[in-house]
Structure formats: structure tokens, C-alpha cells
């Protein structure tokens, strides 16, 4: 049996049916399917993917600091998928274009963005969140597996222009049952589509374990619609960033779809509105501290003498500062006066326009009275 097909018992573990470049320790594995693609890599750039893993973290518990203190109304936390995000979005070429789910927040850091981007959509300001056309990001998809569909769509587009990009799409394990992620392999595998898909499997859809959804691995579902896919150890940058290229060496060369799977974990909350400490075993979360994404890169770097006590803090102090700059953007921002959602929606008012105006100004003036 394939790694694809084998079930995932105590015997094959996740981490036992997963390609890996990178072990837990640190420690460099040779790997002759993943090493060519990541044949450039030297230390000096793999400290430049540590760096971000580190920043993404900060951000990540800046953004929990102020979702909690009632600045913004949710986040999605991605502690503990930071090789996932870096690896991956590193890998892309500026002309990709990213769909994401709405933990993809390493994807954002990765293309470009701004303090104030990560923020704006999660305070609910005007505006969403970025510049999709600027960051070629489209924006974080809410819906579960709808962004595989305008991935799907957006690459027909690309064929039908003769263009030589790739549209990448983000989701996760949870998502894989969803008809709209097998209704866009579906399309994707029937029209060639240059996409590609990612599975984040962090294990958990809400609270529901992946077990429960596949007793296989999730990378195995890609190659029944006639799609190949990649199983990687999503703990392991290198192991992320090689299977990114291989996927949109695939994708470019005009032979179709691919779909990689990264395994890795969910540390915190599905997000700020969920306790996970009602269904999760502490000792599984313990387990997977020992498999720490940003931990092996380091151990890595320090065996090699690429970095020591001070280039560590001084890449912890950057990215505190960066998690200041997102702070003071997020309080900085105006929040547009609620009668203004009415503005824009139509070229021209009408009667029934200014009739919703009107009950809504009625409803925020019984608050004024209180």
C-alpha cells in the first residue's frame, strides 16, 4: 500500500506517512523527492524563513492580545502552523495569485502586508482588508472551502488568457468534506486548471479530529479526481517550501492540478470564540510542542553556527516591533459612522433605500436614549 492509501493507526502515525526534510531535533534528513527543489536554500535563507516564522507568531498573539481586550471581534489564531504558511507563500512566484481561508495569516505576511491589513477585516473597518490586486491575495474567505471554487475559477481565467501564473488556494482538513473543495477539484482535474490545492491539516475542524472525517490520509483523496498530490510534514519549512515548488512546477508546465498536504497542528483555539480545552487531550497538545516548527529551524541554525543568543533577540525585537506597529494601526483606526453602510450601495438613492436608512437611524436612536 501507498502512503496514501495506508490507514493512519498507532502503527502509521500522521508524522510516519509524511515526506520530511527537517526532523523534530533539528536534524537534516535526506530526502531525494524534496532536496532538488530545495537545492538554493542555503543558511542564510533559512534564516530568513525562521525570521518570519518568529514574526507571524508575534502577530498571531497580538492579534489574540487584541480580539481579548475587545479591539477586534475575532481571530483566527495559526500558532503552530507557521512552516505551513512560510514555507508554502515563500515558494510562490509575484505573479501567483492566493485565495485563503481566514487563518492564512502567514500567507498575508508573506505577500506584503501592512500592520493595518491583518486587522481590518477582524474590527469589521471599511475597506475589508488589503489591496487584493496589490498583495495578488483574494480576500479571507469565512465560508468554508468557497475560496477552492474562485481559485478553480480564477485559474480557467488564466488559461483562457494565455497567462503564466498559478492560483493557489488554502483550506483546511475540516474543509475537505465540503462539496465545494471536491466540486472545484472536480473542475480543476476536468479543465487542467493551473491551481493548486493546500490542505493545512491541523488536525481539529472546530472540534470535530480529522480521524473522524478519514481514517486515510487526506492526500490520497486528490488522486481519485486524477489530481497528484504531496503528503509533507507541515511542521517542516523546508519540507513545505519544497513541495510548493514542486506543486507549481506542476501546475506552470501546463500538466494540471496539484494538491499538497501539510501536516501539522492547531496549538490554540479553532479561533477566539472557541475553548479547545473541552475536547482536546492536553497530552496530544504537549506531544506536539516537542514537534515545534520555529524550535527546529533554530536548533538547525545553531548547529550550523548560523545564529546565535543575539541574532535570535534581535529578530524576537523586530518582531515585537512590528506587532507594535500592528497594534497602534489597528487603534488608530476610525470607524465610519454606522448610517454610512448605506452610502455607495446604489448609484443613484431610492425610495426603498432611504426607507432602510431611515428604520436603522430609528434603532441606533433607542440606544442614544438608554
Keep these: 500500500m501507498s502512503p496514501h492509501t495506508t490507514p493512519i493507526t498507532e502503527a502509521a502515525s500522521d ?8 526532523a523534530a531535533d533539528g536534524s537534516r534528513t535526506p530526502n531525494p523527492r524534496l532536496d532538488p527543489y530545495v537545492a538554493d536554500i542555503d543558511l542564510d535563507a533559512l534564516r530568513g524563513l525562521y525570521r518570519d516564522m518568529v514574526v507571524l507568531r508575534r502577530i498571531d498573539s497580538e492579534g489574540v492580545a487584541l480580539q481579548r481586550q475587545g479591539q477586534l471581534g475575532l481571530w483566527a489564531p495559526c500558532n503552530g502552523q507557521e512552516a505551513a504558511q512560510i514555507g508554502t507563500a515563500r515558494a510562490l512566484d509575484a505573479r501567483d495569485f492566493v485565495f485563503p481561508s481566514y487563518r492564512e495569516t502567514g500567507v498575508m505576511l508573506a505577500r ?16 475589508a482588508a488589503f489591496d487584493p490586486n496589490e498583495l495578488r491575495v483574494g480576500p479571507m474567505q469565512i465560508i468554508i472551502g468557497a475560496q477552492t471554487l474562485h481559485a478553480v475559477g480564477y485559474a480557467m481565467g488564466i488559461q483562457h488568457d494565455g497567462a503564466d501564473e498559478v492560483a493557489v488556494t488554502y483550506f483546511g482538513d475540516g474543509a475537505t468534506s465540503q462539496g465545494d473543495v471536491n466540486e472545484a477539484m472536480v473542475f480543476a482535474s476536468s479543465y487542467g486548471a493551473p491551481v493548486v490545492f493546500v490542505c493545512q491539516n491541523n488536525h481539529w475542524a472546530i472540534s470535530e479530529p480529522v480521524g473522524l472525517q478519514s481514517q486515510f490520509p487526506l492526500a490520497g483523496r486528490a488522486p481519485g479526481f486524477g489530481i497528484p498530490s504531496l503528503r509533507v510534514d507541515g511542521n517542516d519549512v523546508l519540507a513545505t517550501y519544497a513541495a510548493m515548488r514542486w506543486a507549481l512546477e506542476h501546475a506552470r508546465s501546463g500538466k494540471g492540478p496539484a494538491y499538497i498536504e501539510t501536516v501539522t497542528y492547531r496549538m490554540g483555539p ?41 541574532r535570535v533577540a534581535a529578530i524576537h525585537a523586530e518582531a515585537d516591533g512590528l506587532a507594535r506597529e500592528m497594534r497602534a494601526a489597528c487603534l488608530g483606526m476610525v470607524t465610519r459612522a454606522p448610517l454610512a453602510v448605506f452610502d455607495g450601495v446604489y448609484a443613484e438613492p431610492h425610495s426603498g433605500l432611504e426607507r432602510q436608512r431611515s428604520e436603522y437611524a430609528a434603532y441606533l436612536s433607542a440606544y442614544e436614549e438608554v
Aim: net charge negative; aromatic share 6%; no cysteine.
Design 15 to 22: 508524522l510516519e506517512l509524511t515526506e520530511r526534510i527537517l
Design 112 to 127: 506584503g502586508a501592512k500592520a493595518g491589513d491583518f486587522v481590518r477585516m477582524w474590527r469589521g473597518e471599511e475597506g
Design 270 to 310: 479553532h479561533t477566539t470564540a472557541d475553548d479547545p480545552k473541552r475536547y482536546r487531550d492536553e497530552a496530544e497538545l504537549e506531544s506536539w510542542r516537542r514537534r515545534d516548527p520555529i524550535s527546529r529551524v533554530e536548533a538547525h541554525l545553531r548547529a550550523a553556527g548560523a545564529i546565535d543568543d543575539e
